[in-house]
């Protein structure tokens, strides 16, 4: 069960860099070509193909080769219902402390 522990925080560490989780996102209902997320993002061709092959080795995105493009998209789509997830985890708390901070303006 230990092996499945680390796998996890392996992915996650995936998840740790807000640009790969932007191209996650561009990518999360369609397929694009290396050129449309450099356009989307504004990453560098460099920048990019360092963090598609991240992506690519952990099994996050898929590439397929057409001439000379490369298109890309997500391997599965749990994938983008973990990033949902998480994201509305942390709207929760962002509204929660929000309301903390707004009580304790009234307390004045």
């Not at 290396?34 to 990453?43: M, S």
């Not at 709207?91 to 903390?100: A, T």
């Amino acid at each position: 069960m230990e092996k499945i522990y680390e796998l996890q925080a392996d992915i996650c560490k995936i998840f740790s860099n807000a640009k790969r989780m932007e191209i996650i996102n561009v990518l999360k209902d369609k397929e694009l070509s290396a050129g449309d997320l450099i356009e989307e993002t504004g990453l560098s061709k460099a920048n990019l193909s360092q963090h598609m092959g991240v992506l690519r080795s952990k099994g996050v995105v898929l590439a397929r080769r057409k001439g000379l493009n490369i298109f890309y998209r997500i391997s599965n789509p749990k994938i983008i219902q973990a990033c949902n997830l998480m994201r509305e985890v942390l709207l929760d708390q962002l509204q929660e402390k929000g309301k903390m901070v707004s009580s304790f303006r009234h307390m004045k």
